[in-house]
């Protein structure tokens, strides 16, 4: 005979439900219309010292291959008082062939105390925003201050993501873009 888990109400752990919860749902749109590009820079740097301090929870991400098509990258993180935070990215180079993005993300919040679901949200503009800000929080952080000229390598979605970032942290007269393609980088 085996005992089974009971709550604090009597009932067994097969008749406990979650009941209705309440998920909020963003669109990629509703998620850049949140962002603050001016904060953006701020917000990271608190993150990446954070981090540094080991104050953030963040195991290796597992990457899941998927032959001939591409792969799908986890990506969970949690530091107290925030929410548990798990970001799905999917690699897919065919999908430009398909007029659709590369890299597809999708991020979910969690409660920390209950891991109940709060919010999925398009993590694919995140992504890109994020690490085109890290980049150029070593702009601010390293680079000369009498710096006028920057150079962004690649013409791709982090590439226009630079651009809109590296005028907030220097008064850069030119800003070059080095591509492959002419055409991408014009």
């Given at each position: 005979m085996t005992k089974e888990a009971f709550s604090p109400a009597g009932k067994s752990a097969a008749e406990i439900s979650k009941g209705a919860t309440e998920i909020l749902v963003l669109s990629e749109a509703e998620v850049m219309a949140c962002i603050d590009l001016s904060q953006l820079l701020d917000v990271l740097e608190d993150g990446f010292k954070a981090l540094s301090q080991?104050?953030?929870?963040?195991?290796?991400?597992?990457?899941?291959?998927?032959?001939?098509?591409?792969?799908?990258?986890?990506?969970?993180a949690w530091m107290e008082g925030m929410n548990l935070t798990v970001k799905i990215v999917n690699v897919f180079e065919a999908n430009l062939a398909k007029n659709l993005p590369s890299h597809l993300a999708t991020i979910s919040l969690?409660?920390?105390?209950?891991?109940?679901?709060?919010?999925?949200?398009?993590?694919?503009?995140?992504?890109?925003?994020?690490?085109?800000?890290?980049?150029?929080?070593?702009?601010?952080?390293?680079?000369?201050?009498?710096?006028?000229?920057?150079?962004?390598?690649?013409?791709?979605?982090?590439?226009?993501?630079?651009?809109?970032?590296?005028?907030?942290?220097?008064?850069?007269?030119?800003?070059?873009?080095?591509?492959?393609?002419?055409?991408?980088?014009?």
């Amino acid at each position: 005979m085996t005992k089974e888990a009971f709550s604090p109400a009597g009932k067994s752990a097969a008749e406990i439900s979650k009941g209705a919860t309440e998920i909020l749902v963003l669109s990629e749109a509703e998620v850049m219309a949140c962002i603050d590009l001016s904060q953006l820079l701020d917000v990271l740097e608190d993150g990446f010292k954070a981090l540094s301090q080991g104050k953030v929870v963040n195991p290796p991400r597992p990457q899941l291959d998927i032959p001939g098509a591409g792969y799908s990258l986890a990506m969970p993180a949690w530091m107290e008082g925030m929410n548990l935070t798990v970001k799905i990215v999917n690699v897919f180079e065919a999908n430009l062939a398909k007029n659709l993005p590369s890299h597809l993300a999708t991020i979910s919040l969690f409660d920390p105390l209950s891991g109940l679901p709060v919010c999925i949200m398009d993590g694919t503009f995140i992504t890109a925003v994020r690490t085109s800000g890290s980049a150029v929080l070593s702009v601010r952080a390293l680079a000369r201050r009498d710096a006028r000229i920057a150079t962004v390598i690649g013409a791709g979605v982090q590439a226009n993501q630079h651009l809109r970032l590296l005028p907030l942290v220097r008064d850069f007269a030119e800003i070059r873009v080095a591509s492959k393609s002419f055409d991408d980088a014009a």
